[in-house]
């Protein structure tokens, strides 16, 4: 029965369950700026969309954002924002956000609204860059499912990320440590 098995595997799919062929997308790979945080007191892994790199100081947007989430240390909003930055824990299961949130948090950002999401998972101000204003956003990657937890990581990144056909969150690439086997 085994090698029955095996020799069925073997076999290509039919036609109608093959997938079909798709395009391929490309993909940002993310730079590791954790070190640049952790003299200010950021406790989570972070990283940066090269192309914002180039255009601002990211050790000024990570002071910047020390600042916002200490001054405003009483807004249950940016709770969860707060307690991984600068905590380094993770925020209570119930406040994971939806995709339903992220959309229209995504829909301001296209807008040139900055602010905090409904969950507080995502949070966006206007920095001064290298060639005027930018409209940063800070988005906490949260990867927990019963089988495997990766530690919270901050990406940082713009409103041009969110914009154009073909690109958008899909395109960041960045290392999840493995479960081992």
Do not use: N
């Not at 041009?160 to 960045?174: K, M, N, T, V």
């Amino acid at each position: 029965m085994t090698a029955l098995l095996h020799v069925r595997a073997q076999r290509p799919l039919p036609a109608e369950l093959a997938m079909p062929p798709s395009e391929p997308i490309d993909v940002v790979e993310l730079i590791d700026v954790t070190e640049l945080g952790a003299p200010l007191g950021i406790k989570c892994r972070i990283r940066i969309v090269p192309a914002l790199a180039d255009r601002v100081d990211t050790a000024d947007v990570l002071r910047q954002l020390v600042s916002t989430l200490t001054a405003t240390a009483h807004d249950p909003q940016l709770a969860p924002m707060r307690v991984v930055v600068l905590h380094g824990e993770l925020p209570e299961l119930g406040g994971f956000h939806s995709v339903r949130d992220g959309m229209r948090f995504v829909q301001r950002v296209h807008a040139g609204i900055g602010g905090v999401s409904d969950s507080g998972h995502i949070l966006a101000f206007a920095v001064t860059g290298r060639h005027g204003a930018e409209l940063v956003v800070f988005w906490l990657w949260l990867h927990t499912m019963p089988y495997h937890t990766a530690p919270p990581m901050l990406i940082i990144t713009s409103a041009s990320l969110f914009e154009g056909r073909g690109r958008g969150l899909e395109q960041l690439a960045f290392s999840v440590p493995r479960r081992p086997r």
